[in-house]
């Protein structure tokens, strides 16, 4: 019994480090794009007349189409055929010059390059100059068939890809995105904290406030982009209309701009007290009085933005940093830095609770459940 516990315990140990490091959803693309190519190369020889000459373009286009996401695999495939139709199309005008030279060569890749730089073309922009130069380089005195072969392959592949991509487990990347959201709050929470011990001990490191500072910026930008790709995983999905995936989608986006509200208030903070506030610059540590209460309330927001106590509690602390702050008036300097303070905090506390009304999409992580833990 004891033995098939500890198997059982680190098959969960396993089955959680391949969820967690994104090793699940990449076998799941390597395995379909594989099966996709596998089928395009299978198809693509049996396709009659000259396009039947030019089978390994095929698994070309089903490698083109397979993305992590079925809109972006559309997307991928109809801008490359756009990039290849119109280098097969300046192949062909730099074919009034004469034969391949350097000539010719030179007015390919020159008109290819000129044209991809239209952002519509998007993936598609680095196909144009280098099917110019096949066309011309390799279609030699068959260009037409050649091209027509070429276009026709990847078009294949492009559909094969994208069917097996819509069939086969289209992916919904919610669960990224989560516990992206749940990484960047552990990052403020941290970073909270650690501004609390700064203020007590009054021992700043700037240096390691910007190397803090750039973790944080750098965290969010990746959870935007995780955030973005799972609102377009949900786009021409056949799983996107399975019930609560709308809601959930929503919840993340309403949880990322709650983050992201609370990130800058964040930066605020550490900008008035490690930066540029009482404790940076040789300027000293604040009075006892405003110090504890300060540090206090800092720990305790970082505690509801890591999801482990309720707002409330927030809201406390910040009262009690308020009755310091009213008790004295003696250092202006002083008084209106903690103020300052109160109002960052207030908006990391208020980002909290109007991320939305259900209690599942405030900022705080979540468990296995779903719920904030």
């Given at each position: 019994?004891a033995r098939a516990?500890?198997i059982?315990?680190a098959?969960r140990?396993?089955w959680?480090?391949s ?6 959803p990449?076998l ?13 190369w299978f ?12 089978p390994?373009?095929?698994?070309l286009g089903?490698?083109?189409a397979?993305r992590?996401?079925v809109f ?7 801008q ?6 119109l280098?097969v199309?300046?192949?062909g005008v ?5 034969d391949?030279g ?5 007015l ?10 239209f952002r519509?073309l998007?993936e598609?922009?680095?196909?144009v100059?280098?099917?110019a130069l096949f066309?011309?380089?390799?279609g030699?005195?068959n260009?037409?068939?050649?091209s027509?072969?070429y276009?026709?392959q990847m ?5 094969i890809?994208?069917?097996?991509n ?19 709050n552990?990052?403020?929470?941290q970073?909270?904290d650690?501004l609390?011990d ?7 490191d700037t240096?390691?406030w ?8 750098k965290?969010?930008?990746d959870v ?24 959930r989608?929503?919840?993340?986006g309403?949880?990322f701009?709650?983050?992201?509200r609370?990130?800058w208030?964040?930066t ?13 610059d ?13 540090a206090?309330?800092l720990?305790?927001?970082?505690c509801v933005v890591?999801?482990?106590c309720?707002?409330?509690?927030g809201d ?6 308020e ?12 008084v209106?830095?903690?103020a300052?303070?109160?109002v960052?905090?207030r908006?990391?506390i208020?980002s909290?609770k109007?991320?939305?009304e ?16």
């Amino acid at each position: 019994m004891a033995r098939a516990e500890r198997i059982t315990g680190a098959g969960r140990r396993i089955w959680r480090w391949s969820r967690d490091s994104g090793t699940q959803p990449r076998l799941l693309l390597a395995a379909k794009a594989a099966a996709a190519a596998a089928i395009a190369w299978f198809v693509a020889r049996h396709v009659p007349r000259v396009a039947g000459e030019y089978p390994y373009y095929a698994p070309l286009g089903a490698v083109v189409a397979m993305r992590t996401t079925v809109f972006a695999g559309i997307r991928a495939g109809v801008q490359t055929l756009v990039g290849i139709v119109l280098g097969v199309l300046i192949a062909g005008v730099t074919m009034f010059v004469g034969d391949p030279g350097i000539i010719a060569v030179a007015l390919a890749v020159g008109l290819g390059v000129l044209v991809s730089g239209f952002r519509v073309l998007g993936e598609g922009y680095s196909w144009v100059p280098m099917v110019a130069l096949f066309v011309l380089l390799l279609g030699g005195q068959n260009a037409e068939g050649y091209s027509f072969g070429y276009v026709t392959q990847m078009a294949v592949g492009i559909l094969i890809g994208l069917v097996v991509n819509f069939v086969v487990f289209p992916p919904l990347h919610f669960w990224d995105a989560e516990r992206r959201i749940d990484q960047v709050n552990g990052v403020l929470a941290q970073q909270l904290d650690d501004l609390a011990d700064v203020l007590v001990a009054g021992e700043p490191d700037t240096a390691a406030w910007d190397r803090q500072q750039a973790r944080l910026d750098k965290a969010i930008a990746d959870v935007r982009d995780r955030v973005a790709t799972a609102q377009e995983s949900r786009r021409m999905n056949p799983r996107g209309a399975l019930r609560g995936s709308r809601a959930r989608l929503q919840s993340d986006g309403a949880r990322f701009r709650a983050v992201e509200r609370a990130a800058w208030y964040t930066t605020d903070l550490t900008e008035l007290v490690a930066r540029s506030g009482p404790v940076a610059d040789n300027v000293g540590r604040p009075d006892p009085a405003f110090a504890e209460p300060f540090a206090a309330a800092l720990r305790q927001v970082a505690c509801v933005v890591r999801g482990d106590c309720p707002a409330e509690e927030g809201d406390e602390a910040l009262a009690t940093l308020e009755e310091a702050l009213d008790a004295s008036r003696s250092n202006p300097s002083q008084v209106t830095v903690t103020a300052s303070a109160i109002v960052a905090l207030r908006g990391v506390i208020e980002s909290e609770k109007r991320a939305t009304e259900d209690v599942d999409t405030e900022t705080g992580p979540f468990d296995g459940g779903g719920r904030r833990g």
